[in-house]
Structures are given as structure tokens and as C-alpha cells.
């Protein structure tokens, strides 16, 4: 099975910055598209990024102007750049990739385990 590692969460002041990595662990043929989302206690999971092989970017309104996911292709890396983090943005950041393929055929629906952002006042 495909595994999705992220790394990058910790504890920031509002203001500050962080970058989020997420990487496959085996050996990938392609990925068409690749996302971040979140979810803070008590809420529902939301988008916060997704980006194409192409480089096509899509936004959560929440995180516009703040936020760039980019990739890097050949590592089936991506990453997401926090600015202007503020509390509201503290939540459980999770991976996404829908749809893989792999020397064993198309696989779906692989999420990370997820890392804490969490961001003080």
C-alpha cells in the first residue's frame, strides 16, 4: 500500500510560519492530484489546498493569499507553506492523494496520519 508521511506541525505564535511536507513511501508511477486538509475538535474536515501534476492550485476560501501548496513531482512530494498563521488555524493537517498509480495498478483514497498545527494568541 501506498504510505502518505507528513511532517512540518508544531506550535507557532499568530503571525508566524510553518511548512508542511508530505511524501509517498514506496514508489509511485503518477498522481494527477494531491491535497492538504483539516480538522480542528468538534469540526468537520475541510479543505485547505489541492494541486495538480500540471501545477493546477485550488484554495480553501479561509486560507487564500496565506497559504501555497506546491510539488515536487519526481519525489511525489507535496508541500504546504503556512504565512500569517493565525488561531483559527490550529487543527490536525492530513494528506491526501485519491487516486495512485503504482506497479500494482490504480489505488484510491490514501490519507496521512496527520500533524498538529497549532497556533497561540
Known amino acids: 500500500q501506498v504510505q502518505l508521511v507528513e511532517s512540518g506541525g508544531g506550535l507557532v505564535q499568530a503571525g508566524g510560519s510553518l511548512r508542511l511536507s508530505c511524501a509517498a513511501s514506496e514508489s509511485i508511477f503518477s498522481i494527477n492530484v494531491m491535497g492538504w486538509y483539516r480538522q480542528a475538535p468538534g469540526n468537520q474536515r475541510e479543505l485547505v489546498a489541492t494541486i495538480t501534476r500540471s501545477g493546477s492550485t485550488n484554495y480553501g476560501d479561509s486560507v487564500k493569499g496565506r497559504f501555497t501548496i506546491s510539488s515536487d513531482n519526481a519525489k511525489n512530494t507535496i508541500y504546504l507553506q503556512m504565512n500569517s498563521l493565525k488561531p483559527e488555524d490550529t487543527a490536525v493537517y492530513y494528506c491526501?492523494?485519491?487516486?495512485?498509480?503504482?506497479?500494482?495498478?490504480?489505488?484510491?483514497?490514501?490519507w496521512g496520519q496527520g500533524t498538529q498545527v497549532t497556533v497561540s494568541s
Open positions: 491526501n492523494a485519491p487516486r495512485v498509480v503504482t506497479s500494482r495498478g490504480v489505488e484510491y483514497n490514501y
